[in-house]
């Protein structure tokens, strides 16, 4: 029988270590849903509402973790304007050792176990060749929503923190940090930019709870009339001296001022400051989504790799 335990905090730090395991010698391996910060930031903002819809399968070696599965099954979303949405379709976040590559057959034939006959999708590093081909006899495609201008796909962008430019922000505005603004701050910082949304004050209180996050990393920029017009959370992996930036965002009123791209050269100053020496951010990758990627390149980023959206409908197996 399929292990059908949910995903807990506890789980959820073992696959942060073993992000940082393949990130000291693979980095181009970590599928964009499985960095550190990037499972902290799934975790802690939906296991309150979502965490019910979530399974998981860990595969251990020597008392290590070397491979996980986290499958999103069918579940209702409820978003800050009222609105519903209701998801059909079962989606996979999953990290597999380089050394035991092998591993990447069970994890499929356990999200086949776990979907059923629901229409799945997934989303491995496009450099993981290996991991493709096997996606692929197990009758995974590429997913051709995935293909057009408006496609869904992510980038890993990175850089050095060697030379950052000193942040200038417009008159007026000044940076603070959660644990100066406050949880209601913080919360409502994320809905400007990012609303409607499922987040909440229960979802921030989760992110708060997650290995990794700290206040004093957790940035906004605050305008002269006392609005969070921007905001972002630095992740900090200690053991990689790395920064990774997950979500960045900034209210739809303030935008073209460059208070993201301040706050970006902030946050590598602090990061720096905490002992990181690399940092990164994930963006939207096809031609239609220009704004995040532009923004990134701006302040130095570039493409580390991407993702590979696959597909497998009902009728494919």
């Known amino acids: 029988m399929p292990d059908l335990e949910l995903v807990t905090a506890a789980d959820v730090q073992l696959m942060q270590r073993l992000a940082q395991r393949v990130t000291a010698t693979r980095p181009d391996l970590v599928n964009g849903d499985a960095t550190f910060g990037e499972l902290a930031w799934n975790w802690g903002k939906g296991h309150a509402a979502h965490g019910a819809s979530w399974r998981r399968r860990l595969w251990f070696s020597g008392g290590d973790l070397v491979a996980w599965g986290w499958a999103s099954l ?47 999708t997934v989303m491995p590093s496009a450099a993981d060749a290996f991991a493709l081909k096997r996606w692929a006899a197990h009758g995974y495609e590429t997913d051709p929503a995935s293909l057009g201008d408006d496609g869904s796909w992510t980038q890993l962008n990175e850089r050095d923190l060697t030379d950052v430019e000193q942040p200038v922000l417009p008159d007026g505005f000044r940076f603070r940090t959660a644990d100066e603004a406050g949880p209601e701050a913080a919360v409502r910082a994320h809905l400007d930019a990012w609303g409607p949304s499922p987040y909440t004050a229960e979802g921030y209180q989760g992110v708060q709870q997650t290995a990794g996050y700290r206040g004093d990393l957790h940035i906004l920029v605050e305008s002269p009339d006392g609005t969070m017009a921007s905001s972002t959370i630095m992740w900090l992996d200690e053991a990689n001296r790395t920064a990774e930036f ?43 989504h220009p704004q995040a990627r532009g923004l990134y390149y701006s ?19």
Do not use: N
């Open 74 to 120: 069918p579940h209702r979303v409820r978003r800050s304007d009222g609105s519903v949405k209701d998801v059909t379709g079962a989606y996979l976040a999953y990290q597999v050792h380089p050394d035991h590559a092998g591993l990447v057959d069970e994890v499929i034939d356990w999200y086949d176990g776990t979907a059923a006959d629901i229409e799945r």
């Open 246 to 288: 997950e979500p960045v965002g900034t209210h739809r009123d303030y935008r073209r001022l460059g208070l993201g791209r301040a706050m970006l050269l902030h946050g590598m100053h602090l990061a720096r400051a905490a002992g990181a020496t690399h940092a990164t951010v994930a963006c939207l990758g096809a031609p239609g």
């Open 299 to 317: 302040v130095g980023f570039r493409e580390l790799t991407r993702d590979a959206p696959l597909i497998k409908t009902r009728t494919a197996g």
